[in-house]
């Protein structure tokens, strides 16, 4: 495709190319001292406007404005003594941002092919920089794009995310939207045909998880390669597995790999000591979720109602090597009860999950479920990429079905 043809799919869609970056990155040079995208929450407080300039709504969205009404309803009528409307609107603000991109997405109606193109530049995006970062590391140089850096773990790299572990997060999940998007597109393909087709973006990809050097690229990359998961090609999908796996060893990255087997397995003992000495970066999503679940009381009035804005960083132990607790996954719950936190997950379930694609279940429950509350980036990242994905797959089954 011409430079001409992808700049006339990229202006005419402005709004939504510049959404999908702002929530995609988090270069450095736009956070603020809390590690927030200061021009992400200038989109934010910039959305309600698109809402009047796109009027049209969705039965998705009622279910979100009825969700945001709940929700606050609970913290004035029982958790008004612990408000803090920072918090509120900045969570209340993802929401609305959402509501505008899903408007504009289906008042614009924009050719696949922005997105495909889109994704294909971020993830190459993503690879240059890291490159960058691991030249200067070699090198001695100041490192380019880092605020965060463990000299211990020199290589543990954020690329364009404000740490390394969300980066292992978005890369793989741009990756399956990207590969997804393309078989909309193109049709069905192997994996081999793929990465034959898009060798650029599979080095890309592949690149970037396997030297960022996280536990978390490593289970989330499983999402891409399940894709093309057919038994009529499982011997390729084999060898292709093995020598991926081969070259971790040769290299010495397989002590990442190895760091992922046991913190899975530590993870399925519910043991905290043992979660947190298999991994300690992963540690810090699994055990406040354990900690949270057990912080619940069933009996208790304030399982319905909670416990107040932030209140488990006020009760939760905090973890190792951090002053402030979290509830992991059950955040919600223990602070504003049962019904907020059980409406939120429906919600946010229904605009993710794509029928008969078990991946997007498992996306949200790693992305959505396990980070708990609402307010982060990551999160609304993960929505609005799988809410674009179901999008066009809905409508490629409604045009295959009129054939």
Request: charge should be positive; glycine fraction near 4%; include cysteine.
């Amino acid at each position: 495709m011409t430079n001409i043809k992808i700049k006339a799919h990229f202006s005419q869609n402005k709004l939504l190319v510049l959404m999908l970056i702002l929530l995609s990155t988090a270069p450095t040079f736009l956070l603020n001292e809390r590690n927030m995208n200061v021009a992400l929450i200038m989109l934010q407080a910039f959305s309600p406007l698109l809402l009047l300039k796109y009027p049209q709504t969705s039965n998705s969205e009622s279910y979100l404005w009825a969700f945001v009404i709940t929700f606050l309803l609970d913290i004035i009528l029982f958790n008004y003594d612990t408000i803090r409307w920072s918090t509120v609107l900045y969570s209340v603000s993802f929401i609305i941002l959402f509501i505008a991109y899903s408007r504009i997405l289906k008042a614009t109606h924009p050719h696949i092919i922005t997105f495909i193109i889109l994704l294909k530049c971020i993830l190459i995006a993503y690879f240059v920089v890291l490159v960058i970062q691991q030249i200067c590391v070699i090198t001695g140089l100041p490192i380019f794009n880092v605020r965060q850096y463990n000299p211990s773990e020199p290589f543990k790299l954020n690329s364009l995310m404000s740490e390394p572990s969300h980066s292992a997060r978005i890369v793989p999940i741009l990756m399956y939207i990207y590969v997804s998007l393309k078989e909309k597109f193109v049709g069905r393909t192997s994996l081999l045909d793929s990465i034959k087709s898009d060798k650029i973006v599979w080095f890309a990809f592949l690149y970037s998880c396997v030297t960022m050097m996280s536990a978390t690229a490593y289970l989330f990359m499983m999402f891409v390669f399940a894709k093309f998961l057919d038994l009529k090609q499982l011997k390729n999908m084999l060898f292709i597995i093995f020598v991926f796996i081969a070259i971790l060893s040769l290299t010495g990255v397989n002590k990442t790999l190895q760091r992922t087997i046991d913190i899975t397995e530590a993870t399925l003992t519910l043991d905290e000591y043992k979660i947190m000495e298999a991994d300690g970066s992963g540690s810090y999503r699994i055990v406040p979720t354990i900690r949270g679940a057990q912080a619940i009381d069933f009996f208790s009035y304030k399982n319905w109602v909670g416990h107040g804005v932030d209140a488990d960083i006020r009760d939760i132990e905090p973890m190792p090597g951090t002053d402030i607790g979290c509830a992991g996954s059950f955040m919600m719950w223990y602070n504003f009860g049962i019904i907020v936190q059980i409406f939120y997950w429906m919600v946010t379930f229904h605009l993710c999950y794509i029928k008969n694609n078990k991946a997007s279940i498992l996306v949200w429950l790693l992305c959505v479920w396990l980070y708990g509350g609402m307010n982060n980036q990551i999160i609304w990242t993960c929505i609005c990429l799988l809410y674009t994905y179901k999008y066009y797959n809905n409508i490629y089954r409604v045009s295959l079905q009129s054939c």
